[in-house]
């Protein structure tokens, strides 16, 4: 396969989407005054629905979050409430793409947790989690909800596993290990039936997730893989690099051949990572460069020269990460196709950028809002792990938003059995499955050993003073007779 080296300059042509422009929003609908983390993890730190816009947090003793309602921009409260259950920092944050009121975290405590917020936000800091899923060995960085299944989230950890929990039970069903080192980005096709990953080994392998089996895997020379996102229904991947004069870069990938990129790109020599974000209903990629300004833009097109340069969309304030808001959560009135929650750590500050159509006519424009993946789950947990693959169902921008999904995520609820042996309950003292379990485990017993002492103390205490009382009643007694 030949592969095609690209020039980033403009080559105009006709496209609906060739004049798409940055704007970003006043200052007054910003979010201002939030600690963000200082974390260098390469993540977003920062997650947005149609409801709230959470933002991994700087925090001293374990991992917190905010959660904000993304009505309510503007100074945040230095003492606004925070989800702060985790006992090491939050690396990775996301919404539950059809239940809006539930989000999962992954943390350096190497645990995964599910919280559910309640509505119009957070009134008091939250410690208890609808859930604690614990499996991995080590931290875990990374977390993505499947596209169209309900209840099943995939974990990256530092253990080089990803594992597939099952919400509905509470419980790890499946888990692949065919990595060699840390996985650093995972992107699942339409219909969820296959995951790409990129990892620290620099291969790009594309995953049947329900078998672990490896489908396909590159190690290109050419192109150090760093992050890689399916782009939608087009049987291609995109991911961003860097070349082998560490310049950064952009490779085009057929999934069903990865022995070579279809395309290469250079983009510029800054070191920053590239952090790609497609749009499927308008073909159209950006390129977000951590540590600096700039967001470029293209189009994708199944015909060569496939990839086509639009315009870049530019700031003097570096972005440590973005959020992107889903379509429902538009503003279809003002063309607006795809909106960024910019994170600026140095100002503390969140800055929404609209990518905007520019178009005369205010009438809703369908060529720009075809249907579009909307808030209903395709099947459950268990109809995906059957084996069974659904598309996305589809939902109309036109009337605005209106959610149809009146399902209620629930936390399964566990019956406690106990078998009690010589008055020791066996299924509530089951050892450690991993080594913070059992540091966990340790200290909690060692803190109920110091409260069992301390009650030990209390009470020789206690009996040493009945002792007395009692002597001196025996003492007294005789006396009162005599008399």
């Known amino acids: 396969m030949t592969v095609t080296k690209m020039s980033w300059r403009p080559t105009y042509?006709?496209?609906?989407?060739?004049?798409?422009?940055?704007?970003v929003a006043n200052r007054e609908h910003c979010f201002d005054g939030i600690p963000i983390t200082k974390n260098v993890h390469d993540n977003h730190f920062c997650a947005v629905n149609a409801k709230f816009l959470a933002i991994v947090t700087e925090s001293a003793g374990g991992g917190?979050?905010?959660?904000?309602?993304?009505?309510?921009?503007?100074?945040?409260?230095?003492?606004?409430p925070k989800v702060c259950g985790h006992q090491g920092n939050v690396l990775d944050i996301k919404w539950n793409p059809f239940f809006e009121n539930i989000i999962a975290s992954c943390s350096e405590d190497s645990s995964v947790r599910v919280w559910e917020i309640p509505e119009g936000g957070l009134r008091r800091n939250m410690t208890e989690a609808m859930m604690e899923l614990y499996g991995h060995s080590r931290r875990v960085g990374l977390i993505e909800w499947h596209p169209t299944s309900s209840g099943i989230l995939f974990s990256a950890g530092y253990d080089y596993k990803i594992l597939i929990w099952n919400l509905e039970i509470g419980e790890p069903v499946k888990m692949i290990d065919c990595h060699s080192d840390v996985i650093v980005c995972m992107?699942?096709?339409?219909?969820?039936?296959?995951?790409?990953?990129?990892?620290?080994?620099?291969?790009?392998?594309?995953?049947?997730?329900?078998?672990?089996?490896?489908?396909?895997?590159?190690?290109?020379k050419n192109h150090r893989v760093n992050r890689v996102v399916f782009?939608?229904?087009?049987?291609?991947l995109l991911t961003t690099g860097v070349s082998r004069w560490n310049t950064r870069q952009i490779a085009l990938w057929d999934q069903e051949d990865l022995s070579m990129p279809m395309v290469e790109e250079e983009i510029d020599g800054l070191s920053g990572l590239l952090f790609p974000f497609y749009d499927a209903d308008t073909h159209m990629l950006?390129?977000?460069?951590?540590?600096?300004?700039?967001?470029?833009?293209?189009?994708?097109?199944?015909?060569?020269?496939?990839?086509?340069?639009?315009?870049?969309?530019?700031?003097?304030?570096?972005?440590?990460?973005?959020?992107?808001?889903?379509?429902?959560?538009?503003?279809?009135?003002?063309?607006?196709?795809?909106?960024?929650?910019?994170?600026?750590?140095?100002?503390?500050?969140?800055?929404?950028?609209?990518?905007?159509?520019?178009?005369?006519?205010?009438?809703?424009?369908?060529?720009?809002?075809?249907?579009?993946?909307?808030?209903?789950?395709?099947?459950?947990?268990?109809?995906?792990?059957?084996?069974?693959?659904?598309?996305?169902?589809?939902?109309?921008?036109?009337?605005?938003?209106q959610k149809p999904n009146q399902l209620v995520f629930k936390a399964p609820v566990k019956e406690k059995k106990g078998v009690v042996v010589n008055g020791i309950d066996l299924?509530?003292?089951?050892?450690?499955?991993?080594?913070?379990?059992?540091?966990?485990?340790?200290?909690?017993?060692?803190?109920?050993?110091?409260?069992?002492?301390?009650?030990?103390?209390?009470?020789?205490?206690?009996?040493?003073q009945l002792e007395l009382e009692l002597n001196n009643l025996r003492n007294v007694s005789p006396i009162g007779n005599n008399v």
Request: hydrophobic content about 35%; overall charge positive; proline content about 6%.
């Open 187 to 220: 992107s699942f096709n339409t219909d969820g039936s296959l995951l790409a990953t990129s990892c620290k080994d620099r291969k790009l392998r594309v995953i049947e997730p329900r078998s672990g089996r490896v489908l396909q895997h590159a190690s290109c």
């Open 427 to 464: 299924l509530e003292n089951v050892p450690p499955r991993t080594e913070n379990e059992l540091l966990r485990m340790f200290f909690r017993q060692q803190e109920e050993l110091r409260k069992l002492k301390e009650e030990l103390n209390t009470k020789d205490v206690k009996i040493r």
């Open 64 to 80: 917190s979050f905010i959660v904000i309602p993304v009505s309510q921009a503007g100074r945040i409260d230095p003492h606004h």
């Open 13 to 23: 042509r006709s496209s609906k989407f060739r004049n798409v422009y940055g704007k």
């Open 231 to 236: 782009l939608g229904n087009m049987k291609r």
């Open 286 to 401: 950006y390129l977000a460069g951590k540590g600096d300004g700039n967001i470029r833009y293209y189009e994708i097109t199944t015909e060569k020269p496939y990839l086509q340069y639009l315009m870049e969309f530019r700031s003097p304030a570096p972005q440590k990460g973005l959020g992107v808001m889903p379509k429902h959560g538009l503003d279809v009135t003002a063309c607006e196709v795809f909106r960024f929650y910019k994170l600026v750590t140095l100002k503390g500050l969140i800055e929404p950028i609209s990518m905007i159509v520019p178009r005369r006519s205010e009438t809703y424009q369908e060529d720009i809002y075809p249907m579009t993946a909307g808030t209903e789950p395709a099947l459950s947990a268990n109809d995906w792990l059957s084996g069974i693959n659904r598309d996305p169902v589809l939902m109309s921008l036109k009337k605005g938003y």
